[in-house]
Antibody, heavy 125, light 110 residues
Framework: HVHLQESGPGLVKPSGTLSLTCAVSGGSIISPNWWSWVRQPPGAGLEWIGETLHDGSNIYNPSLSGRVTISIDRPYSRFSLRLNSVTAADTAVYYC??????????????????WGQGRAVVVSS | QSVLTQPPSASGPPGQRVTVSCSGGRSNIGSNAVSWYQQIPGSAPKLVIY???LRPSGVPDRLSGSKSGTSASLAIGGLQSDDEADYYCASWDDSLKGVVFGGGTKLTVL
């Protein structure tokens, strides 16, 4: 079974950069699956941040585009999130997740079938 | 303000059937498949329905999904106490070019 685990600082200063990594185990990161980041502010709903594929292709939430970068590190079987110029509004639990496929190769947009446990990040001075 | 609209709450007694609705538009639900997630407070979301009405392995058939036009629904039959959770719908939006979520529905088993 594929397992995902987020890691990174739990506290980031305003105007700084939020950096998180998601380790993929129990399966290959070089697969037809896209790999995603989703966040959830305290007491609020889910927000899709973006996705990446093993070849470096990316799709980002337009509302965050310009501040967000998702990259993949194939040798270490992990992918990362960087969010620049953070404010208190970026305080959230950040989840990494795998995008499901059908027929083992076609991405199913919006269907995230494996999730990490989440990493709480607070933006505060 | 979420792109997909869900009622904030739903409830029912044990054994009953409850339906959670998700309303969108032509660029999202009207053109793309819908997924549903169950989230127990303090835990990560869990995919329970994808491609409108398919269940991942391990999800009981008491949960079912449907879609009609620009709306979708999640039905939970034979309510149990461990069905108490927040439920979210999601879909791709062709105009926004991204995944959009509903605001979530808190299900209470009375």
């Amino acid at each position: 079974h594929v397992h995902l685990q987020e890691s990174g600082p739990g506290l980031v200063k305003p105007s700084g950069t939020l950096s998180l990594t998601c380790a993929v185990s129990g399966g290959s990161i070089i697969s037809p699956n896209w790999w995603s980041w989703v966040r959830q502010p305290p007491g609020a709903g889910l927000e899709w941040i973006g996705e990446t594929l093993h070849d470096g292709s990316n799709i980002y939430n337009p509302s965050l585009s310009g501040r967000v970068t998702i990259s993949i590190d194939r040798p270490y079987s992990r992918f990362s999130l960087r969010l620049n110029s953070v404010t208190a509004a970026d305080t959230a639990v950040y989840y990494c997740a795998r995008v499901a496929t059908q027929a083992t190769k076609y991405r199913i947009p919006g269907a995230l079938d494996v999730w990490g446990q989440g990493r709480a990040v607070v933006v505060s001075s | 303000q979420s792109v997909l609209t869900q009622p904030p709450s739903a409830s029912g007694p044990p054994g009953q059937r409850v339906t959670v609705s998700c309303s969108g538009g032509r660029s999202n639900i009207g053109s793309n498949a819908v997924s549903w997630y169950q989230q127990i407070p303090g835990s990560a979301p869990k995919l329970v329905i994808y491609n409108n009405n398919l269940r991942p392995s391990g999800v009981p058939d008491r949960l079912s999904g449907s879609k009609s036009g620009t709306s979708a629904s999640l039905a939970i039959g034979g309510l149990q106490s461990d069905d108490e959770a927040d439920y979210y719908c999601a879909s791709w939006d062709d105009s926004l070019k991204g995944v959009v979520f509903g605001g979530g529905t808190k299900l209470t088993v009375l």
